[in-house]
């Protein structure tokens, strides 16, 4: 025999010896078979023992999928394959059809898709919207969520929150605070399982409950509605007129007023690509999603990298305060739609993934109808269009997050460089857009960039959709000048303030965008304008506050909001936010540790989540110290 060497030597055994030793560890079965020294004559067990092992190998490891389980999970979503990126289609169907998601349905939904179980848990429990239950426990038979939102609490939500549960009188009926769910002109909001209820009282929930109109409603498509028309004037109805499902444009009304002509110029040659990147520049469109990133030069950038490219459309709209998006959506959405292909044209793009909010859910069934319309009678040859599903997730509005969760993962936002115009959805070059951004392109390149640039006040160029709610007599979306200022889109736009009010301060941004006071409300609201006062436009979600009302509150408002949709990824966001949220319920406030905070968490924070949380604190701190002193 020959003596070990090296490291095995360690071991101060013969090397026979040793092997024999591994070799039962591995293979213990094999260890009824006789070995000698010589590796030839090594046998590995009988042909049956092979077998036996290779069966054991072919079976996941830990908890066994239930064949009762497998069966419904294969009656929902088929036989397969199974694409990993659909993950949260999956899981969305699941927590449809048995109004939460079993454990028990978790662990055949992982076999079906042949991936890990705890890929599928930690995918299911990271979305607000999806509901594990574990053994046999049973999810409510309704569920109505109240939402809590600055503007919704401001209207009466954590009143109405408190008095639902005594009055609907039912075990089988939970009532939940939600967050912002794009009604903020619908003060206060609610939803009954998938059924909206703006201007939200008991009676109104209760009957919604009673009746068990869960859904909802369909609506129809024979409206005629032209966004142009409303330059300068409000675009949503006024309260007496709120529909929860109004009319919308459906394809044939919009092909007979002149849609798709402008795809269909680009496909054949008739419009020169070129020349419409040229009209976007001229206009000085930029991103309307809040980051404000001029639309031409983007698609400049993207159109310069190698095939296949794709895009990746994003209406999460999870800015507490935001409705634009919804407004024109539910009203318009094949002039979105082209927006959408003629970009792709102009590109280059391979596949389109319009990734929308849960919450929107006749958005929902509008564009899975009107797609669907398209591609039956498509005006152009179309990309590939796919309809993604958020599931309750505020951080997917950032862009490499929603990209994340397109990919059937976790929302959780990507470190850069690289950025997704090189690198994003599923590795290729990506053009990413918010809806109102691509829902100008059409106007813009039709009327010619100097329609949409002759608009402006105070030097400012270009249109915009601001979302008023809060204090006012008319709240709704309103299509301004780029560069008015609060008191005149209160006074021409909002009918004023609401009656026993007076103008106390003001969000110009949503949650993130900071605090002004009455006295800066006559600064230009556009983008890099409110910046040097600690401030930002964002989406333009603008949320007024009465004498009454105190900004303390509103930016403690903001900050639980924060806490709760912090991604979890980053610990300056996720503790920072937390902390700060138990700090400003203080009478007074510990201004030189929400200071440390604010510093860890605007340097360290991996995303805009964490970096403008500390906004609301600052401008409170600095606008109206006397409420904090």
Excluded at 212 to 234: I, L, N, R, T, V
Excluded at 418 to 436: C, D, K, M, S
Excluded at 521 to 550: E, M, N, R
Excluded at 575 to 584: P, S
Aim: proline residues 7%.
């Amino acid at each position: 025999m020959v003596q070990c060497r090296d490291s095995i030597g360690r071991f101060g055994v013969h090397a026979p010896i040793l092997w024999r030793k591994l070799h039962g560890y591995l293979y213990p079965d094999a260890m009824t078979q006789t070995i000698v020294s010589s590796p030839a004559a090594v046998s590995l067990g009988t042909v049956e023992d092979m077998r036996k092992r290779i069966r054991s190998k072919s079976k996941l490891k830990g908890r066994q999928p239930e064949d009762t389980a497998v069966l419904e999970v294969q009656a929902l979503i088929g036989q397969g394959p199974h694409p990993r990126e659909l993950l949260i289609e999956y899981l969305h169907k699941l927590n449809d059809h048995f109004r939460c998601l079993h454990d028990r349905h978790l662990v055949a939904l992982a076999k079906q898709m042949r991936i890990g179980m705890v890929e599928v848990f930690e995918v299911a429990t990271f979305y607000h919207h999806f509901e594990v239950l574990r053994g046999d426990e049973q999810p409510a038979a309704m569920t109505v969520r109240v939402c809590d939102g600055l503007s919704c609490e401001m209207a009466g939500a954590q009143d109405l929150l408190a008095r639902l549960p005594a009055i609907l009188g039912r075990d089988d009926v939970r009532v939940i605070p939600a967050p912002c769910i794009g009604r903020c002109e619908q003060a206060p909001a609610a939803v009954v399982d998938q059924n909206p209820v703006p201007f939200a009282t008991p009676e109104r929930v209760a009957a919604a409950v009673q009746t068990w109109a869960g859904k909802h409603p369909a609506a129809a498509k024979d409206a005629s509605f032209d966004a142009a028309a409303h330059c300068e004037k409000p675009v949503s109805p006024a309260h007496a007129d709120v529909q929860v499902a109004p009319a919308y444009v459906g394809l044939q009304v919009y092909l007979a007023q002149g849609g798709y002509q402008l795809a269909a110029a680009l496909a054949q040659g008739k419009q020169d690509g070129e020349s419409v990147v040229k009209a976007m520049e001229d206009s000085g469109l930029r991103g309307l999603g809040g980051a404000g990133f001029p639309a031409g030069r983007k698609w400049r950038i993207v159109r310069d990298q190698p095939a296949p490219k794709l895009m990746a459309v994003n209406i999460d709209e999870g800015e507490p305060g935001t409705f634009k998006d919804r407004t024109y959506l539910e009203r318009d959405p094949h002039r979105f739609l082209e927006g959408m292909l003629v970009a792709a044209q102009v590109v280059g793009i391979d596949a389109c993934y319009i990734y929308l909010r849960d919450e929107y859910h006749g958005c929902r069934a509008i564009l899975e109808q009107e797609i669907a319309a398209l591609q039956a009678n498509p005006p152009c040859p179309l990309p590939t269009i796919y309809l993604r599903r958020g599931a309750g997730a505020y951080i997917c509005g950032e862009e490499s997050a929603m990209i994340e969760s397109i990919e059937g993962k976790r929302g959780e936002p990507r470190m850069r460089p690289p950025y997704i115009a090189q690198v994003g959805l599923f590795g290729r070059p990506t053009l990413e857009h918010n809806f109102e951004t691509l829902y100008w392109v059409r106007d813009i390149v039709q009327k010619g960039p100097q329609w949409f640039s002759s608009f402006g006040r105070n030097g400012r160029k270009g249109l915009r959709s601001f979302s008023v709610s809060g204090r006012v007599k008319y709240p709704g979306v309103k299509l301004a000048p780029a560069g008015i200022s609060l008191r005149e889109l209160v006074d021409e736009y909002c009918g004023g303030m609401a009656q026993g009010h007076s103008l106390y301060a003001y969000l110009p941004g949503g949650a993130s965008g900071g605090i002004l006071p009455a006295s800066m409300a006559d600064i230009a609201l556009d983008f890099d304008t409110l910046q040097p006062h600690g401030c930002f436009i964002g989406s333009a979600a603008v949320i007024v506050l009465g004498h009454q009302d105190k900004a303390r509150d509103a930016a403690l408002n903001m900050m639980r909001f924060f806490s709760h949709e912090s991604c979890g990824q980053c610990t300056p966001c996720r503790v920072g936010t937390d902390k700060a949220a138990t700090l400003m319920q203080a009478a007074h406030w510990d201004h030189q540790t929400l200071e440390d905070l604010n510093v860890v968490m605007t340097d360290a924070s991996i995303c805009g989540l964490g970096q403008a949380a500390p906004n609301p604190v600052r401008c409170v701190q600095k606008y109206f110290p006397q409420e904090v002193a």
